[in-house]
């Protein structure tokens, strides 16, 4: 069968876009739909930040009958180019029926966008920015992703190798269980660092607070994520649409923000109750009713993601990573959660994934991202 791929070029197709994993994902258990609103955001030129480095272009693919069966965005990060100094286009939101010639022809759009953007490479799933989510599932297609991670049918990875491409990296996720109470040597060990190295946690009584240090939280997020696989430095424009996102739904007892003498900051630790199964029950929709569902898994709750974590490498050494799951382990530990689900993760970050090393816990998540060189003879190593 041939499929027709159209350009979208208009925002009643950008709609039906976003709109199309939740035709695909019908009934799926473990689907969690982002919100519309947010998508609507994040793939809109005059409202996303990340566009001022960056180029892309949305593509929907139809069956004889019109019926939309797969989706896809092609898009060039200037940005992370000129850093690795290579020419990468991305694919992203990548959905499709399955059929291999969906997957096909919808990547084939993609590369020949990227040969006339001169690309040497062609990787992916990738957004605009880290805070999109990345990869393909490869493992855990019977668990509920984070609100930040991704679901997909096994059948995507195998179509997407059949078409040549290769892996680049996994990210791994975890689950761990939350102990009955915190050892009382993390304390004691907290409050030795923190005399030792003249540190202390801060202690926020108000959102505005958190604000007062949020510069300085992405400021350090900057320096100390340079070398991750994918990340590029954010912008002042995507700072300041970060805060707009996370700090209406951050609750003050899963933030640790650690400084020093000179009350600089040296590392910080975030977390957020899952808001998965709430997204479930919204369905996409904040209103009227989705945002009820939210604010009840923000105070009611049995699983707590972890969203950011950073240390300044001046400090890596010196324990700062104890003192942060100190602050917040003890808030999860009192307020009942049972459960913390890692976000996706690098999976040789042995850095973070050593913060679970004494509880229990198991990996049960696996997403993976793909290359592939588009002229025969760079090799993507």
């Known amino acids: 069968m041939r499929y027709a791929i159209n350009e979208i070029t208009n925002t009643k197709d950008l709609k039906k876009f ?19 609103s947010t998508e609507i955001e994040t793939l809109s030129k005059e409202k996303n930040p990340a566009f001022e480095f960056c180029d892309a272009k949305y593509w929907l693919a139809f069956n004889e009958n019109n019926a939309i069966v797969g989706r896809i965005a092609g898009i060039v990060n200037h940005k992370y180019n000129q850093k690795t100094g290579e020419k990468y286009v991305c694919f992203g939101w990548f959905d499709f029926i399955e059929d291999y010639g969906v997957a096909k022809a919808l990547l084939q759009a993609v590369e020949a966008w990227a040969k006339e953007m001169d690309a040497l490479y062609m990787h992916g799933p990738l957004g605009l920015s880290e805070f999109d989510a990345s990869g393909v599932l490869i493992e855990g297609f019977n668990e509920i992703p984070t609100a930040y991670g991704k679901y997909n049918y096994p059948y995507y990875s195998k179509f997407i190798e059949q078409l040549g491409f290769v892996k680049e990296v996994d990210w791994v996720e975890l689950r761990v269980t939350v102990p009955n109470s915190i050892p009382e040597r993390y304390p004691k060990m907290a409050k030795m660092i923190s005399e030792r190295h003249n540190l202390r946690s801060v202690k926020f009584s108000s959102k505005k607070e958190v604000l007062a240090y949020s510069d300085e939280i992405f400021q350090l997020m900057n320096k100390e994520y340079e070398n991750i696989h994918g990340f590029y430095a954010l912008s002042p424009g995507q700072i300041n649409g970060l805060k707009k996102q996370f700090i209406p739904f951050i ?3 899963f933030i640790s923000v650690i400084v020093n003498s000179n009350n600089k900051v040296v590392g910080f630790g975030i977390c957020l109750p899952s808001l998965s199964k709430a997204l479930q029950k919204c369905g996409g929709k904040l209103f009227p009713f989705g945002f009820l569902h939210i604010l009840k898994a923000l105070y009611h709750n049995d699983t707590i993601d972890t969203l950011l974590i950073a240390i300044h490498s001046e400090y890596r050494d010196k324990g700062v990573n104890a003192l942060i799951f100190n602050d917040i382990g003890s808030s999860i530990v009192s307020d009942g959660m049972k459960y913390i689900e890692t976000t996706r993760e690098l999976e040789d970050n042995y850095l973070v994934q050593n913060l679970w090393s004494k509880l229990e816990s198991r ?10 060189p588009l002229i025969p003879t760079f090799i993507p190593f």
């Open 18 to 36: 976003i709109k199309f994993p939740n035709e695909l994902y019908n009934g799926n258990p473990y689907y969690v739909p982002p919100l519309d």
């Open 251 to 253: 609750r003050l007892k």
């Open 363 to 372: 990996q049960h998540k696996r997403a993976r991202c793909y290359i592939k």
